[in-house]
């Protein structure tokens, strides 16, 4: 157990470090502007913070630049149309963030005069907020001492104090740890730096220890076993789902699409109608039309499964009549407005046209 003296040490090193290796965010104050008094924006925070979950920062960046360009502060993206928001989170994945964000927008406008809660458990109260980004929000835009703990200062921790036990197992652990260590001093300088030391230096493969600038403090450094943590519980295999995608192209261009439930996977964004995604698809063509199958399939992971689709084409008049959906002519309907799965599912199709 590190006494106060060593935690102190600790922090003091971290932090010499990330005022001169801090990573260049386009949501982040950089600790020379922080010390010019500039204070980051809790709504560019938050946003940051939603898209980064389960997702690289190099896939966010664009991602961000035109949510901020399109919604500047979070008055407007409560004003937003929810499907202009879901187009452009397409891509992201984990469509459910997409929908939360415009809740609790909504609920900031609404409730709280347009200001985030300057507090962690206030953040709590607002919809799509969590632990982790109620923590990290608090600590980056207000801050507060808060713990703010996600993959890679899990894997700092860890090695720091050679947590051997597996993860998910040693979260609660790691987090009393990486609270000892969280300094009442720059909280929110503290916990990128964290974040940075993990992503660029302590990475899960060959970590950097050479130029670690807690490699006096490393206990996993000391005993060889550093790049062994942190250790993970083995994950059970994933099953695979089947399903079909109908693509019906209309003599004017229009595209039959529907828009998916609000709840479940992928819910609230463009799709193209289809089966269940179950072990054995069941087809329920959307309309009467001669159908043909593409070459191929498409194959698509989720979080707890894999997925499989068989696309089906067609080419349909214009007073097609369907029992799903609606058609959207090329004025109106964007590729890129498509989830990645049904992307590759257009993809896929476009061979299946050409060939007629």
Known sequence: MRDEVGILAESRALLAWYDTHARVMPWRVGPEARRDGVRADPYRVWLSEVMLQQTTVAAVRDYFHRFTARWPDVGALAAAVDGDVMGEWAGLGYYARARNLLK?????????????????????????????????????????????????????????????????????????????????????????????????????????????????????????????????????????????????????????????????????????????WADAPLPAPPLNAAWREAEGDVRHTFTHFHLRLTVQVADVPLDAQTTTGTFLTPDRFRPSDLPTVMRKAFDLAQGAFARG
């Not at 609790?104 to 907020?129: E, K, M």
């Not at 260590?181 to 964290?194: F, I």
């Not at 974040?195 to 490393?218: E, K, Q, V, W």
């Open 104 to 276: 609790c927008a909504r609920v900031v406008v609404a409730n709280h005069g347009g200001r985030f809660p300057d507090s962690r458990d206030g953040l709590l109260g607002l919809p799509g907020i969590g632990p982790y980004t109620a923590a990290a929000i608090a600590a980056i835009a207000y801050d507060e001492p808060a713990v703010v703990v996600d993959g890679n200062v899990e894997r700092v921790v860890a090695r720091l104090h050679r947590v051997e036990t597996p993860l998910p197992a040693a979260k609660p652990a790691l987090t009393a740890l990486a609270a000892q260590l969280t300094p009442k001093d720059r909280p929110g300088d503290h916990a990128q730096a964290m974040m940075d030391l993990g992503a660029t230096i302590c990475t899960p493969r060959n970590p950097a220890c050479a130029i670690c600038p807690l490699i006096s403090f490393c206990e996993a450094r000391a005993a060889g076993v550093q790049a062994d943590l942190p250790r993970k519980s083995p994950k059970p295999d994933k099953p695979t789902r089947l399903g079909i995608a109908y693509l019906a192209r209309r003599a004017d261009g229009a595209w039959l699409l529907e828009r998916r439930p609000d709840r479940g996977l992928l819910g609230g964004m463009l799709g193209w109608p289809g089966s269940t």
